[in-house]
C-alpha cells in the first residue's frame, strides 16, 4: 500500500472507539524519510486537544533531551512519532491509562515498512519498551541504565513526563550520561537547515 493512503487510513481508524472517553484521533508523525523514530505510549488530553504529538510539558522535555527546536522536532521528514496507541486512552487512578491494544497490531507493522530510513529509535516508557524489546523482567531503571546494549540504533528512555522528577533526581546519571550521547547522535543523524 502507497504510503499516503496508509496514512489516510491510520487517521480515519475507529477500532477501538467504544473504548475511549473521547472520539477517536490517531496522533502520530511519520514520513518515510525520518531518520529517528519516536515509540511513546499515547497521546495524552493536552494532545488529544492539539492534535499534535508531545504538545505538553513532555513533549518540552523531550525536545530538551535531544537538542531540538519545536520546528525540528515536528518535521516530519526528519522525526517520526509512533506511540503504541494513537489515541488518548483516558484517564486512571495514577495518570493515563495504558496505550489501547488494539492500535499497534492493526497499524505498526504496515507503517514501519515504510520506515526504512529510520537509524535511531527512541522508546519511551515502560508500555513501548515491553513491545519494542521484549518484558525480559527489566524495570525501566535497569532497562535504562543498559542503553549502551542497543546504543546506537535504539534508546530506552524514561517517560519525559513530569510525573517522572523524581525518578530524574535519583538517576543523575541519567542526564550526565544518556542525554549527551543523545543529543551528539541527533545532530549526526538530522540534517538539520
Excluded at 522525526?79 to 494513537?86: E, R, T
Excluded at 519511551?124 to 524495570?139: C, I, K, M, N, P
Amino acid at each position: 500500500m502507497k504510503f499516503d493512503a496508509l496514512l489516510e487510513q491510520v487517521q480515519a481508524c475507529t477500532l477501538c472507539a467504544q473504548h475511549l472517553p473521547f472520539e477517536p484521533k490517531p496522533i502520530f508523525q511519520a514520513h518515510p524519510a525520518a531518520r529517528i523514530l519516536i515509540i511513546g505510549q499515547a497521546p495524552g488530553r493536552k494532545a488529544h486537544e492539539a492534535g499534535v504529538p508531545f504538545d505538553d510539558p513532555s513533549g518540552q522535555r523531550l525536545r530538551e533531551w535531544m537538542g531540538l527546536t519545536s520546528t525540528e522536532f515536528y518535521d516530519r521528514k526528519q522525526v517520526a512519532i509512533l506511540p503504541m496507541g494513537f489515541c488518548f486512552p483516558g484517564t486512571g487512578k495514577s495518570g493515563d491509562l495504558p496505550p489501547r491494544p488494539e492500535c499497534a497490531p492493526a497499524w505498526r507493522d504496515a507503517l514501519m515498512n515504510h520506515l526504512t530510513e529510520v537509524e535511531l529509535t527512541l522508546v519511551l516508557g515502560r508500555f513501548a519498551q515491553a513491545y519494542f524489546f521484549g518484558d525480559r523482567g527489566s524495570s525501566l531503571t535497569q532497562r535504562v541504565a543498559a542503553w549502551r546494549d542497543t546504543w546506537p540504533q535504539a534508546l530506552p528512555l524514561p517517560h519525559p513526563s513530569p510525573r517522572n522528577n523524581l525518578w530524574l533526581r535519583r538517576n543523575r546519571w541519567f542526564e550526565d550520561q544518556v542525554i549527551p550521547a543523545l543529543q551528539e547522535r541527533v545532530v549526526q543523524l538530522l540534517r538539520i537547515e
